[in-house]
């Protein structure tokens, strides 16, 4: 472990600092697109950062499958405070990985004046840490999320660009 | 004689220690340790994926000088010129503690990952492991 004792960050903290964040960049970015794309960009730039702190132990990983199982196994934990529900694919080089309880968005609520679309900017940032993660692991993957009714139910589309199964 | 290169992954060299205990010699013979650590690149990747650990032994061997290297699994190569062929096992604990202090300066919000380390702090305890483990 890196540093003396293992370092907990308040998770209210997070979560304040987060919405702080979308609130900024919607304001201060004159389209929704560029907002959007700027906290992808910083979500890429923390995710491979992050990534690369955890694989310290971890030895080489070779295929796709097995970041794409350290990302849910390992990563996701620790990065979002919880595993993940479940990993499916449609078998064509789509995967999704559901959070039926995503913590960094569990509390918004929904109400008739802020929708779920209004929420999914919310998103963006984890996105971009999932997308960093792979991308510091050699892997050309694109991460979208969509909210499942509620915004606590979360499905994350990892899209594996390249050959459609994904090999070295 | 032991010169330590940290590679990024366009071959970017980010950072350069020499450990050098007899007297400086010429500027060729730096110029020779760069260009044999560049030549061991080639190697370095093709043995990357034959192993699980991230410490690959004697990648290159030329004219009595080894290059080991050690690569993460982000893909940043520290490579290291040698002249002794046992100190594997310092060599590997030199990497493991290299690799940690690699980690500590990428999470610095400050630095751009893939561009020359500059910290000084850094420099002296790279300098302090290389007193360590390798003389």
Redesign the interface.
């Known amino acids: 472990m890196?540093g003396r004792s293992e370092r907990m960050c308040s998770a209210a903290c997070l979560e304040l600092m987060h919405a702080e964040m979308v609130s900024y960049f919607l304001s201060a970015r004159e389209t929704r697109e560029s907002a959007q794309k700027e906290m992808e960009r910083l979500g890429f730039?923390v995710g491979?950062?992050l990534?690369?702190?955890y694989?310290?132990d971890?030895?080489?990983?070779?295929e796709p499958m097995e970041v794409l199982r350290f990302i849910f196994s390992d990563f996701w934990p620790v990065v979002f405070s919880k595993p993940p529900d479940s990993l499916t694919t449609n078998n064509n080089s789509l995967y999704y990985i559901e959070d039926t309880d995503f913590r960094w968005t569990s509390k918004i609520s929904v109400t008739s004046r802020t929708t779920l679309e209004d929420a999914s900017y919310f998103l963006t940032f984890p996105c971009g840490i999932v997308k960093g993660a792979f991308a510091?692991?050699?892997v050309d993957a694109d991460v979208k999320a969509d909210f499942q009714e509620t915004p606590s139910r979360c499905l994350f589309t990892i899209i594996f660009k390249g050959k459609a199964i994904p090999t070295? | 004689m032991n010169v330590f290169v940290i590679v990024g992954k366009d071959d970017n060299p980010i950072y350069q220690a020499a450990f050098i205990s007899q007297p400086k010699g010429s500027t060729e013979l730096c110029h020779l340790h760069q260009f044999l650590i560049h030549a061991a690149l080639d190697c370095t990747d093709e043995q990357?994926?034959t192993?699980?650990?991230?410490f690959l032994r004697a990648v290159d061997f030329f004219h009595e000088m080894h290059t080991s290297a050690y690569?993460?699994?982000?893909?940043?190569r520290f490579m290291m010129l040698h002249d002794q062929p046992k100190i594997e096992d310092n060599l590997k604990n030199f990497f493991l503690e290299a690799?940690?202090l690699y980690?500590?300066v990428?999470?610095n919000p400050f630095y751009e990952?893939n561009t020359p380390i500059t910290s000084p702090a850094f420099d002296a305890k790279i300098r302090a492991l290389g007193k360590k483990y390798l003389s």
């Open positions: 890196i730039r491979q950062k990534a690369e702190r694989t310290k971890y030895g080489r990983i070779t510091a692991l050699d070295r | 990357v994926w192993t699980n650990s991230l690569v993460t699994p982000g893909h940043c690799h940690e980690l500590k990428i999470l990952p």
